[in-house]
């Protein structure tokens, strides 16, 4: 299985922009979907997480602003982003787990610049 994220790009503060993380094969397989983020100079950190049980995670810095959501007829999952701030600059990887094997599968990064 490969990922593929797409989506980045240049936004000024306050904007919106949806990332896409579409995958060669069926995202039913993954027992779990994320988002990371890593930011120049600093680790890399997760973003938001969904469970095959529909339960999502946020990391602190984007709750209330950030969306996970899938769509299983595109085999691709999004992460939706509003209001965003100069601090959400980062490459954004997608990432994903196969339920029974746990074997885990990472995107490229793409790059989100949020700037005026």
């Known amino acids: 299985v490969q990922l593929q994220a797409s989506g980045g790009g240049l936004v000024q503060p306050g904007g919106s922009l949806e990332l896409s993380c579409a995958a060669s094969?069926?995202?039913?397989?993954?027992?779990?979907m994320a988002w990371y983020r890593q930011a120049p100079g600093k680790e890399r950190e997760l973003v938001a997480q969904?469970?095959?049980?529909?339960?999502?995670n946020y990391g602190d810095g984007v709750k209330g602003r950030f969306t996970i959501f899938r769509d299983d007829s595109r085999n691709t999952f999004y992460l939706q982003m509003r209001n965003l701030k100069p601090d959400d600059t980062a490459v954004y990887y997608c990432?994903?787990?196969?339920?029974?094997?746990?074997?885990?599968?990472w995107g490229r990064g793409t790059l989100v610049t949020v700037s005026s």
């Open positions: 969904l469970f095959s049980d529909r339960h999502t």
């Open positions: 990432n994903a787990r196969r339920m029974v094997s746990q074997q885990t599968y």
């Open positions: 094969g069926s995202i039913s397989v993954f027992g779990e």
